[in-house]
């Protein structure tokens, strides 16, 4: 059951029609409502809260309005963010419940996790069917309601390619990802947009298998829920765990780019990682030349030598980035290609390859640093191969599955977690690593269902994803000028908590460098998150302007004869001279239902509005009839001219606002072809 137009829902759900709750709503934001009060109302003694739960059989609306009820009212800080912490005690079973809320009243954001505590000496009853969000609304006019979502990562051309449904009554879609991953085939980013000119983007955050379910509930309603999947199971005495976190963000404007624009900015100011009060940027990146002759893979056959000497010639060519990134290969036995081994089948021995680093890596960093950049490597510490060091040495803190060669390291294990965190923040300090990549290349739900304990499912799910933030904010917390790439076999780790605490510098395994492929991961990520990164192997302009973003890896040969280093040189000032706009507010201007096809264009325009100028960034690919297409611009005064630049020819032409947002006119003579304008 949930509860049905409360006052939560007139307060958050901004689709509501005015007329039916008074004068006062009948704008959301006028300066006589106070968002607080409101919030207040809804989380008050005897009221039914916006989530729901099953305890000992009976659903949480029939009991929890009776329960002891507590508030703790925090007051706005120095970020214009309020943090109020609600609880409900069962005083029979001792079971409590606390929702901590946080409410952002410059976005019209609100986000919320609880917390399930066994406060009494024995087991608890069953906790069931926890809905971290459980809601049904009326939206004020009858018509569609349209979802907005996007693929998740399956390592193909599609990751990410944007999708919409309109709902229907009697027709849920129930989305839910792969494998324990939370973005493995499934995306936990939406944009809910109603025929009001109004919508809200819902974002869940659970790196495990969380669900969202969407139903239309009549002419003019839908119902929602949302949260962990798998969740069947007592407490033990004084036990405690947490859930999924769940986000709102509610937009008003003529289009649910609003919405969408207004998420990245919030994603951006309040939720990414802070380095000295700041968000962090992540890089520009190189690896140390990708790509060593077979039977070599990642980085097996790389030496100390030959990184030192990649890092003079990036010296010597004017091409020093931001970071050098070391990926797998560089542990004991990932070089034993006599034996079969490779980077893959030997993670869980994190220790330096001392025949091929014989100082450790602290030379390599060293070097980095000198030449003014940062140092990156790549861990898989999750997954532990059974016959690697730590396989062998520290068995009782492994789980395994059925038909696996590796472990599952338990970080839901408080005694291996510590000792885990220890070892991955020692080892970064030994060998002067500034930035942390984590990868994670396995199904994992087998394993967490193969060892709950009977009556307790879902419960290793949720230790593990609780140690998993655990240790990475222990990693922001001891270097805290540190980034985290956020891996796991291409960006299928993408969750609102995920997004808190890293980034996917390398979003998608999809082949390496095919440029329609990341075309189409850019555009559709673009929606939701302007934090991601990837990779680029050439430097024709087709190819390398399909991975523009806030975030690149150059893996181009700088030994390789075919190369120009000019042409490196020209990219990268390219990309450092366009990436500040992907940080600003993005508008598609190209839409088909499948974005991967080779017959169509794709082009987009970023805008910064602090002073009124952007880009806009066209493909036409190889199989496109079109040498024109003619696009809308968005975000433009109608009454001001426009000076509209050729990046590639330095051509300058006129347009009105009102001209650009009527059409604009884009040409490209040849297939397999770009277009990059600046205007101002």
Known sequence: ????????????????????????????????????D????????????PFSFRYNGNH????????????????????????NIYSWQDRKTGLNVTCDLKYYPEYEA???????????GADSPLITQVRVIDMDWRYGADGDLILHYANGSSASRGDFNPREQVLAGGEPIELSPLNGRSSDHAFPFFNIESTTG????????????????????????????????????????????????????????????????????????????KINGKAAVYPVSTSFNYG?????????????????????????????????????????????????????????????????????LKPISDAVHEAGAKFMVWFEP?????????????????????????????????????????????????????????????????????????????????RHIEGLYAFWDYLLQRFPEAIIDNCASGGR????????????????DYSYGEPVGYQTHTYGLNFFLPLTGTGVQKSDKFTFRSSLGTSVIFNWKITDPSSSFTEMQRCFKEFMDLRPYYYEDYFPLVFHKDMTTDDIWLAYQLYRPADDTGIIVAFRRELSPDETITVRLSAVNTDKTYKITNRDTGESFFKTGDELKKGLQLTLREPRSSLLFNYE
């Open 198 to 273: 109004q919508g809200t983007l819902l974002s869940v955050g659970w790196t495990g298998t969380w669900y969202a379910r969407f139903e239309k509930n009549g002419d003019n309603g839908l119902s929602l829920h949302a949260g962990m999947k798998r969740l069947d199971s007592y407490l033990h005495a004084n036990e405690s765990i947490r859930t999924p976190s769940i986000c709102l963000l509610f937009w008003r404007g003529e289009d649910r780019m609003t919405g969408h624009n207004a998420f990245r900015r919030f994603m951006i100011n309040h939720q990414a990682p």
């Open 38 to 49: 409101w919030v207040d109302q809804q989380f008050r003694k005897g009221t039914t809260p």
């Open 493 to 508: 780790r993408l969750d609102f908590e995920t997004m808190k605490r890293s980034a996917p510098m390398w979003r998608t």
């Open 110 to 120: 609100v986000e919320w996790v609880l917390h399930f505590t066994n406060g009494s």
């Open 382 to 462: 999750e997954r532990v191969i059974k016959e690697s060091k730590w396989g062998r040495e520290h068995k009782e803190w492994m789980l395994d599955a059925k038909g696996s060669d590796a472990y599952l390291f338990d970080l839901g294990n408080k005694e291996a977690l510590q000792w885990f965190c220890n070892y991955i923040g020692d080892f970064m300090e030994k060998n002067g690593i500034d930035y942390y990549r984590q990868d994670f290349n396995m199904r994992v739900d087998n394993f967490w269902e193969e060892n709950d304990e009977p009556g307790r499912t879902g419960i290793r799910e949720i």
């Open 60 to 83: 949480s609306s029939d009991f929890i309005g009776k329960w002891q009820f507590t508030a703790k009212k925090g007051g706005q800080n120095a970020q214009g963010v309020v943090n």
């Open 1 to 36: 059951m949930k509860k049905y137009i409360a006052s939560w829902v007139i307060l958050c759900l901004v689709w509501m029609a005015a007329p039916a709750y008074g004068q006062s709503l009948s704008r959301f934001g006028n300066k006589n409502v106070k968002v607080g």
């Open 292 to 360: 060593d002759p077979a039977p070599c893979n990642e980085y097996t056959c790389l030496t100390t030598d030959y990184a030192l000497a990649m890092i003079n010639r990036y010296k010597q060519f004017k091409l020093v980035p931001e970071v050098f990134w070391l990926d797998a290969g560089w542990y004991k036995h990932a070089n034993e290609v006599e034996n079969n081994k490779n980077w893959a089948n030997t993670v869980g021995n994190w220790e330096v390859d001392t025949d091929r680093f014989p100082g450790g």
